[in-house]
């Protein structure tokens, strides 16, 4: 049964949700990549991302895990990514 929340089904809200914390998370890559990687929070970024890519990956709960769990389940959940790399010629 879907449970409601004044007049918005419960999971309208979280895909509200999931999607502006998705945005927040391009938007700070965006100015990462605008500043040049410049006065950069790594350690916080890293966090956020790895964050979401095991919650896309369906295993938000691994968070608590080994280290090498998580990028193994991380690296698995992108490995359909698009990557940039700068080529020389």
């Excluded at 089904?9 to 605008?34: D, G, V, W, Y």
């Excluded at 608590?64 to 080529?87: P, S």
Aim: net charge negative.
């Amino acid at each position: 049964m879907l449970e409601v929340v004044g007049s918005i089904p419960t999971c309208s809200i979280l895909k509200r949700i999931i999607m502006e914390e998705q945005n927040e998370l391009l938007r700070s890559a965006f100015q990462i990549a605008q500043r040049e990687g410049k006065d950069t929070n790594w350690e916080a970024f890293s966090n956020n991302l790895e964050k979401e890519l095991l919650r896309q990956a369906g295993y938000e709960n691994m968070l608590e895990h080994n280290i090498d769990d998580r990028q193994q389940i991380v690296l698995r959940a992108t490995c359909t990514a698009k990557t940039y790399r700068i080529v020389e010629e």
